[in-house]
């Protein structure tokens, strides 16, 4: 018997060109909680082969080549850290605890994971070292005040887009015919003592 190769989920969710897609962690899981949790990687049946090397420099070395191979065909990479001190994330767990506003944002293996602290620092340490590259950079931003974490993110994604220069798409003429005909029957849809068409009167109104 022959098995496929394991396809990652974020492969099969890529973005569509001119769209965008936002990935919570994807393929970086295969070297945070899997690396803090060997028995995920037992779970995962490494062959034998893989798994007598590195693992994870070959994790990090597939992360790199399809990132790069994303770039090479004109996707646009931003990866964004968001990173908060211990004590922080402690006083926003007591705040799921203690607010009925927050309680459904409540899971237990958040709790657990804590005990976990200090292996995550050393993995998100050995994942930048190794997967922030020249073509799919990470940016790392302060997140213990959120208002800050917003801004820069915001930052950076609109510095991305400033350089993308998306513009609007023209249509051909097939969809200006039909755009004519769609606004002619629109117009003779308008109630009595309203004009036909309110937005070509007055088109920065309704911009």
Same mark, same amino acid.
């Given at each position: ?69 994303? +770039? $090479?065909?004109?996707? #646009? ?9 211990? /004590?922080? *994330?402690?006083? !926003? ?77 023209? +249509? $051909?003429?097939?969809? #200006? ?9 629109? /117009?003779? *849809?308008?109630? !009595? ?15």
């Amino acid at each position: 018997m022959v098995s496929q190769p394991r396809v990652k989920l974020c492969e099969q969710h890529l973005p569509a060109p001119g769209q965008i897609a936002v990935f919570n962690r994807s393929h970086y899981e295969e070297v945070l909680v899997v690396r803090v949790h060997p028995e995920l990687l037992e779970a995962q049946q490494v062959s034998a082969a893989a798994n007598g090397g590195d693992v994870w420099q070959r994790r990090f070395s597939e992360i790199n080549e399809f990132e790069r191979d994303l +770039v $090479d065909h004109g996707v #646009r990479i931003v990866k964004l850290l968001l990173n908060i001190s211990n /004590e922080e *994330q402690r006083v !926003r767990f007591l705040r799921r605890c203690d607010l009925p506003e927050k309680h459904w944002k409540f899971s237990a293996s958040d709790i657990n994971e804590r005990e976990h602290w200090d292996e995550y620092e050393c993995a998100f340490s050995e994942m930048l070292a190794h997967t922030s590259t020249d073509w799919a950079p990470w940016h790392v931003i302060p997140a213990d005040h959120k208002w800050f974490a917003r801004l820069a993110a915001a930052s950076v994604l609109m510095g991305t887009l400033m350089r993308i220069d998306p513009q609007i798409p023209e +249509v $051909d003429a097939e969809a #200006r015919e039909a755009l004519d005909a769609a606004r002619a029957e629109l /117009e003779t *849809q308008a109630p !009595r003592d309203e004009p036909a068409d309110p937005v070509a009167e007055d088109p920065d109104e309704y911009r």
